[in-house]
């Protein structure tokens, strides 16, 4: 009964220690947000790391986020993801499992016997982080559909639509 008790005690503390998505950002001390690096003079490599429960989607809309306002800063109208990966993992939690053993001492000797078991990590969430490299432009965006008009990303966060508006 202790050790049911004990264990019902870590699950909750993992529960609670777990935390919302991170609002957008540069990545600080907690490693979470964007960092970007400048390739070329319009071409950029961008990285988002997701906070714990921040879904895929919302961690790459955050990098597209970031591609625009580059785009906007430095004088480019659009811009077009040249390559993109995303990556997960799951971290956090508590491992939970069970031994029973004897052992020898002194002069004594004995057999043992061991029994063990994982019911895996309860409480663990799932990071995801999105690495992208972009083209940047100026004028009208191709019309092959595959470029981004950096002023309309950027809106799409702030106005009244917006999914993941701070």
Excluded: H
């Excluded at 191709?142 to 639509?161: Q, R």
Aim: hydrophobic share 35%.
């Amino acid at each position: 009964m202790r050790v049911i008790t004990i264990l019902s005690i870590a699950v909750m503390l993992a529960a609670c220690a777990a935390t919302g998505p991170a609002q957008y950002g540069p990545s600080g001390a907690s490693n979470f947000g964007y960092s970007s690096t400048k390739i070329e003079a319009d071409r950029y490599r961008i990285v988002y790391r997701g906070s714990g429960g921040m879904p895929p989607e919302m961690v790459e809309d955050y990098a597209l986020r970031r591609a625009a306002e580059l785009a906007l800063a430095n004088g480019y109208d659009w811009f077009r993801v040249a390559s993109r990966d995303i990556t997960g993992e799951e971290r956090g939690g508590v491992s939970i499992g069970a031994g029973f053993g004897t052992g020898s001492y002194g002069r004594r000797s004995g057999g043992s016997v061991g029994v063990g078991g994982n019911v895996g990590n309860v409480g663990a969430q799932d990071y995801f982080t999105v690495r992208m490299e972009v083209l940047m432009g100026e004028g009208d965006a191709p019309e092959d559909g595959g470029a981004y008009d950096a002023l309309s990303v950027i809106d799409s966060f702030v106005g009244p639509d917006a999914e993941y508006a701070e």
